[in-house]
């Protein structure tokens, strides 16, 4: 399946395997680890393959 990551958070609003519905904030921007400012680094991954978060928000987006 799909899996995604979201780093850098300030605070996390859910928990690892909440269901939550369009819109809903999950976390708060942070700077944490050692990173130079506020920032999300957002990973997804479909089993073993790196997928450039980018493409769902596309496929989203597409009619």
């Known amino acids: 399946g799909v899996v995604s ?16 519905a369009a819109g809903t904030p999950i976390g708060l921007v942070g700077a944490t680890g050692r990173v130079t400012g506020p920032h ?3 990973v997804v991954r479909y089993g073993n393959v790196s997928v450039d978060p980018r493409s769902l928000v596309e496929l989203a987006d597409s009619p």
């Not at 990551?5 to 939550?20: I, K, M, N, W």
């Open 5 to 20: 990551g979201y780093f850098h958070l300030s605070r996390q609003l859910v928990a690892e395997g909440d269901t939550v």
């Open 40 to 42: 999300l680094h957002w």
